[in-house]
């Protein structure tokens, strides 16, 4: 019994790492994307949204 509570701890631990690995993945490209937006808008005078009308 003590051997299946420990590894379903095991698990659970395994997939609280996953997730906070596809966190970090994900504020990763949102930062990308801030950074592009910025730097379309330096560049360019206009927003993205406003570059992806035209």
Avoid: Y
């Avoid at 019994?1 to 970090?24: D, F, H, L, S």
């Avoid at 808008?41 to 570059?51: F, N, R, T, V």
Wanted: net charge neutral; charged share 25%.
């Amino acid at each position: 019994m003590a051997e299946t509570t420990e590894a379903i701890e095991v698990t659970w631990a395994r997939r609280r790492e996953n997730i906070r690995g596809a966190i970090k993945l994900f504020r990763v490209a949102v930062d990308a994307i801030q950074r592009h937006a910025a730097h379309t808008e330096a560049q360019c005078g206009i927003s993205d949204p406003q570059l992806w009308i035209l």
